[in-house]
């Protein structure tokens, strides 16, 4: 785990909602992958505690993407501290062809950075947006990705067959009560399909990162058989049949 400095090139506001913060920094981010994020602290932003989870949505050689709501003010010139990398790759299939990203009254923003890479290995992409997702502005996303507009309930035409289609499905939801939400979600998808296999659908968590390390054990996330895993070190990505949700 790197501490990495990095500097506010650019702010670009995408609408009312969502900004996206265009950074320079050395080389040691440029292997982040879909999945994979990064701590950050602002200068002049101090909390002695807790740094901003931010998600990359974009990286190249020495420059990041971040994406972040559009309620908190950045500044071009700004210095940032960047912890990371933090987590672990989202895991895909060795044989991929559909993958179903779904944004449950939830920002996509934990999603996009899958999707060039999904592109660019041919892998087709629908994005489903529900309640609060429907405020992400989708005209910044590639042509090639089917947005789907869902209501409150998550439902929306053909969802049975997009739900049977896709080969991987990945979730975000409110954090507010994660293990819920994504008990909900997968509810849902026992009903969708007659069975839901090992490595099919995922919930991205996203708790408070107080470390990033595995350290203060503040991420746990409750496995079944009793066990436990860290969203730091092993998520934020978790293979849903792994967490007792019913
Ligand atoms: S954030 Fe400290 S163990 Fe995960």
């Known amino acids: 785990m790197n501490d990495t400095p990095a500097i506010i090139e650019r702010v670009s506001r995408m609408n009312e909602h969502y900004q996206r913060l265009h950074l320079t920094c050395d080389d040691s981010l440029n292997e982040l992958k879909p999945g994979q994020t990064v701590l950050a602290r602002v200068a002049a932003r101090w909390d002695p505690y807790l740094r901003e989870h931010w998600w990359p ?3 190249s050689p020495n420059k990041l993407v971040i994406e972040r709501p559009a309620s908190f003010r950045y500044e071009p010139g700004q210095a ?10 989202f895991r895909y299939r060795r044989t991929l062809r559909n993958v179903l990203l779904i ?3 939830a920002a996509p923003t934990p999603l996009i950075l899958s999707i060039a890479w999904l592109l660019t290995n041919r892998i087709s992409v629908t994005l489903v947006l529900s309640g609060r997702g429907t405020q992400y502005p989708a005209q910044h996303l590639p042509k090639e990705v089917e947005i789907i507009q869902a209501d409150e309930q998550l439902s929306w035409p053909n969802r049975v067959m997009t739900v049977g289609w896709a080969d991987q499905v990945f979730v975000t939801t409110a954090a507010d009560d994660e293990l819920a939400r994504f008990g909900q979600i997968w509810t849902l998808f026992r009903e969708l399909r007659a069975e839901i296999p090992k490595g099919y659908l995922f919930g ?3 708790p408070s990162l107080p470390c990033g390390v595995g350290a203060c054990q503040a991420c746990m996330i409750p496995l079944r058989g009793g066990e436990a895993c860290l969203a730091c070190v092993d998520g934020p990505a978790i293979d849903l049949t792994t ?4």
């Open 57 to 59: 949505v974009a990286v």
């Open 103 to 105: 944004a449950a009254d």
């Open 80 to 89: 940032v501290s960047l912890l990371g990398i933090v987590g672990q790759p």
């Open 204 to 206: 991205v968590f996203q």
């Open 243 to 246: 967490v007792p949700l019913g």
